[in-house]
């Protein structure tokens, strides 16, 4: 199997399992991984997802024995595949937490990019590869690079095709935070549960708060924060935190999406 789901209190993880091709991409796993996060949303006491890769990396991108003599319009094609997995990750209503095990490259590290708290172990790299092939960043590195470094960065990373270790993808606040390997799955499920213990109606609505910042106006912005406030403070996980802090105790939210 190219993915493997195993379900934990309140989240699942989701395993990139192509271990002896670092993971890289294929039809059939882009298929698996969106039909592994459809099952997720839909079973409602699935509260987060932590993605990794098996083996020592985490995602080659894509698998380039499936793309040797490809046209245009096969790329095209392919890219029909990864696009919406892509969006699909960023639109989940519960958040996405990324160990990133090892090297993730072309599509796959945009796909850890898309992800909503990345960690990195220690000996995780970088690389937007696809210049060292002929090929644009995908997958929407385009887009998610230079907000999260900088233009300058962005476009260097971009042209040159360089790994960048986990130590710099830290500083430049490319992922949440590095780690030493042999802490990366025991931080990230720590990670995940939190994340699964917390309000989950308020996180998605964070999410979408924060997706949306990229193209509107501040005026654009709060009114947007109003509604979706408005939506937060009619979730009983609302009423619940309020009354624990008073209280003095930890809160209780809902063990179920609404
Ligand atoms: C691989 C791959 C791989 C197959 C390692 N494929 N076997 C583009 C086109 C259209 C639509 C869809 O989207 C895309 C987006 C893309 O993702 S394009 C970019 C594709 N990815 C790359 O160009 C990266 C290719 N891989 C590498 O540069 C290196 O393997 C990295 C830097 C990832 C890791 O290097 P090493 O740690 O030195 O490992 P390795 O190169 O020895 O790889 C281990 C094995 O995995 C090896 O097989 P072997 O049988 O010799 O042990 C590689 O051939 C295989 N492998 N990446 N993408």
Not at 26 to 38: H, I, N, P, S
Not at 154 to 180: I, K, Y
Not at 194 to 208: E, F, I, M
Request: some cysteine; aromatic content about 4%; charged content about 20%.
């Amino acid at each position: 199997m190219t993915i493997l789901v195993e379900s934990f209190a309140g989240y699942r993880r989701i395993t990139l399992n192509r271990p002896e091709r670092l993971n890289a991409l294929t039809v059939e796993m882009a298929a698996a991984l969106a039909a592994a996060l459809d099952d997720a949303v839909a079973d409602k006491t699935c509260r987060a997802i932590l993605l990794t890769g098996a083996g020592r990396g985490f995602c080659a991108g894509q698998d380039l024995t499936e793309i040797i003599g490809a046209s245009p319009a096969d790329l095209d094609r392919l890219l029909a595949h990864y696009h919406p997995l892509i969006l699909k990750i960023r639109a989940l209503p519960i958040p996405v937490v990324c160990a990133v095990n090892g090297v993730a490259a072309g599509a796959g590290a945009n796909l850890a990019l898309a992800c909503d708290i990345l960690l990195a172990a220690r000996s995780a790299s970088f690389v937007q590869a696809f210049a060292r092939i002929g090929l644009v960043p995908d997958c929407g590195g385009t887009w998610f690079l230079p907000r999260l470094v900088g233009t300058a960065r962005a476009r260097a990373l971009a042209l040159l095709a360089e790994p960048l270790s986990a130590e710099t993808a830290a500083e430049w606040g490319l992922v949440w935070r590095m780690v030493e390997d042999d802490r990366l799955l025991p931080e990230a499920e720590a990670l995940a549960a939190r994340l699964a213990s917390q309000a989950s109606a308020a996180l998605a609505l964070t999410k979408r708060a924060l997706d949306a910042a990229g193209d509107n106006t501040l005026a654009q912005q709060l009114d947007l924060e109003g509604e979706l406030q408005r939506q937060a403070g009619a979730h009983p996980d609302h009423a619940e935190g309020v009354r624990a802090f008073l209280e003095k105790r930890a809160p209780t939210f809902a063990r179920a999406r609404s």
